[in-house]
C-alpha cells in the first residue's frame, strides 16, 4: 500500500512517541545521517572551541548537524591539541567558562588571520582541520611569548580591552 505524504503526515499526531523517534531516526539515516546516536554534546574547553569556531566564521551551525559533517573528524582529532595549547600557555584562565570561551575567539581569531594571510581559505572545514597549528599561529602574531612563557600578557591585554 502506497502512502501519500498528506496521509502520512496525518497520521502522525495519533502515533506514539516510540514509533515518532523511530521514524525520525529512519528520516536521519534516509538523509546521510547517524540513525544510531546523537553526537555527545560538546563540554569545557572544546565547547568553547567550537563556538568561537562559528563566531570566527559567521556560521551558526549545531554541534549536532556539525558532528555529521566531513570537518567534525578533524575537529575531534585538532581540538585537543588546541585545548592544550590553551591549558597550557594560559594556564587557570582556560578552565573558567566564560574566559575560555574569551580566549577561544582570539586563538581561533588569530588562526584564521594566519590561515588568510597564507591565501588558505577560512571556513569551519579548514578551521577545524588547521586547529592543531594553533600554536604556531599564535607565535607568529606574538613572537616569542610562548617560548618565554609570557602568554598572560597578550591575556591581560585583552581583559583591558573589554573593560
Known amino acids: 500500500m502506497k502512502l501519500t505524504r498528506d496521509q502520512i503526515l496525518a497520521a502522525l499526531p495519533g502515533l506514539e512517541p516510540a514509533d515518532l523517534k523511530a521514524i525520525s531516526a529512519a528520516l536521519v ?20 572551541v567550537f563556538e568561537a ?22 575537529f575531534a582529532q585538532n581540538a585537543p591539541v588546541f585545548t592544550e595549547f590553551m591549558g597550557r600557555a594560559f594556564g587557570p584562565v582556560a578552565k573558567q567558562r566564560t574566559a575560555a570561551l574569551a580566549l577561544a ?15 588558505v581559505p577560512v571556513s569551519m572545514g579548514s578551521l577545524a582541520l588547521n586547529l592543531h597549528n594553533v600554536e604556531a599561529a599564535f607565535d607568529r602574531a606574538y613572537p616569542g611569548y610562548v617560548q618565554a612563557g609570557i602568554c ?12
Open 29 to 48: 539515516s534516509l538523509q546521510g545521517g547517524a540513525a544510531t546516536h546523537e553526537a555527545p554534546p560538546l563540554k569545557g574547553a572544546q565547547a568553547a
Open 53 to 74: 569556531l562559528q563566531a570566527a566564521t559567521r556560521t551558526p551551525m549545531g554541534w549536532p548537524k556539525f558532528s555529521r559533517s566531513a570537518s567534525a573528524k578533524h
Open 105 to 119: 575567539k582570539l586563538l581561533v581569531g588569530l588562526l584564521a588571520a594566519d590561515m588568510a594571510q597564507r591565501k
Open 152 to 163: 598572560s600578557i597578550v591575556w591581560a591585554r585583552l581583559k583591558q580591552q573589554k573593560q
